[in-house]
T-cell receptor, first 114, second 113 residues
């Protein structure tokens, strides 16, 4: 079975641009979460979606938005990119919201803002 | 954003040695998780702990859920070169509308053959 798939794997953008990152969860998983991992730090929670509804939001500005589609895949959008948005963006899927051991992470999208 | 206090930040050990790392929080969690992350990859779950005082093993790895629910420990016995990587603790409160992981800053493990 395929794991969590994220695309693209790497991305370079210019300050002020917009970016869309994509995530396909494990088949049968209905919850998708997004995390930002800055170099040298642990992942920070951005959003959680379950059954296509936003169920949690971390301490990130409104430039960050996300959505979940009927097939449970998800997109993370970041507008007006700043240099500080450079990070590894991780997607995690789980069978349901808050499944304790069910969080499986993808390999991430490495975003570089120049 | 909130991050757990994880120590040590890094460790350089000889192959065959045992390793201990810990994680503390100012707030309680009902689940503690330990992950390992290799370069260019996402975190991979090693051990999940669900009850205060619980001691759980996974091969050479042993982790404990602290009695106060504010801390957790991970031990690796007889380290081998493939143990190299960054280890993260994570706390989770699930139920209701909650379900997001709070991570530590990581412990970078280097093993000398």
């Amino acid at each position: 079975d395929a794991g969590v798939t994220q695309s693209p794997t790497h991305l370079i953008k210019t300050r002020g641009q917009q970016v869309t990152l994509r995530c396909s969860p494990i088949s049968g998983h209905k919850s998708v979460s997004w995390y930002q991992q800055v170099l040298g730090q642990g992942p920070q929670f951005i959003f959680q979606y379950y059954e296509k509804e936003e169920r949690g939001r971390g301490n990130f500005p409104d430039r960050f938005s996300a959505r979940q589609f009927p097939n449970y895949s998800s997109e993370l959008n970041v507008n007006a990119l700043l240099l500080g948005d450079s990070a590894l963006y991780l997607c995690a899927s789980s069978p349901r919201q808050g499944a304790p051991s069910g969080y499986t992470f993808g390999s991430g999208t490495r975003l570089t803002v120049v | 954003g909130q991050q757990l206090n994880q120590s040590p930040q890094s460790m350089f050990i000889q192959e065959g040695e045992d390793v201990s790392m810990n994680c503390t929080s100012s707030s309680i969690f009902n689940t503690w998780l330990w992950y390992k992350q290799d370069p260019g990859e996402g975190p991979v779950l090693l051990i999940a702990l669900y009850k205060a005082g619980e001691l759980t093993s996974n091969g050479r790895l042993t982790a404990q859920f602290g009695i106060t629910r504010k801390d957790s420990f991970l031990n690796i016995s007889a380290s081998i070169p493939s143990d190299v990587g960054i280890y993260f603790c994570a706390g989770l409160n699930y139920g209701g509308s909650q379900g997001n992981l709070i991570f530590g800053k990581g412990t970078k493990l280097s093993v000398k053959p």
